[in-house]
């Protein structure tokens, strides 16, 4: 990558950070990047990895290092913020698929933000490979946010519920 790439590189991550852009793809001929975070868990400290590694990739590039510099008290500005998610039990996905969050598309959400659930309840849905497979929560609590959109597609091991436990 050309010094100017990784430059502009620092610049994109940071507006992300700031903006709370879970994913980003672009092409440029033959530079493809794709940028996906999860902001609710570990995602800030894997982005600050990726500023991190990137701020070292140019040993002379003094001007860049320099840039990058008064980012890095950025980087840790989110940090404090996630305080309100101590204690919060994240449900993932078991597996890849589609989310939805109602059982048919005129019907009303299986769960909703203030909802209680309960251990075992049926809380949304994920499609994998035509078949349908009820999602059921491994906690009993207050349904704090939804991570996820209804139709969007999800990866095993992504956080689609915080949950507050009771």
């Keep these: 990558m050309k010094k100017q790439d990784i430059e502009d ?24 990047i794709r940028l996906k975070f999860h902001p609710h868990e570990s995602g800030s400290a894997g982005l600050s990895e990726l500023a991190r590694l990137l701020k070292a990739a140019p040993p002379a590039a003094t001007h860049g290092s ?6 890095a008290p950025a980087a840790s500005a989110p940090e404090p913020a996630a305080d309100p998610d101590a204690g919060l039990h994240f449900l993932k996905s078991p597996i890849v698929g ?25 809380i949304c849905i994920v499609e994998a490979m035509k078949l349908m497979n009820e999602i ?13 959109t209804n139709g969007q597609a999800i990866e095993f091991g992504q956080p689609l519920f915080a949950i507050r436990p009771v």
């Excluded at 994109?12 to 700031?18: G, H, M, R, T, V």
């Excluded at 879970?22 to 440029?28: G, K, L, T």
């Excluded at 320099?66 to 980012?71: E, T, V, Y």
């Excluded at 059921?136 to 996820?148: K, P, Q, T």
């Design 136 to 148: 059921e929560s491994d906690v009993s609590g207050e349904i704090v946010r939804c991570l996820v």
């Design 98 to 122: 589609t989310y939805y969050g109602s059982p048919s598309p005129g019907s009303s959400a299986f769960v909703s933000p203030g909802d209680h659930v309960e251990k075992g309840q049926v």
């Design 9 to 32: 590189l620092r610049e994109l991550i940071e507006f992300l950070k700031q903006h709370q852009v879970a994913e980003f793809d672009v092409d440029r001929g033959d530079l493809k």
């Design 66 to 71: 320099a840039a990058a510099g008064p980012s």
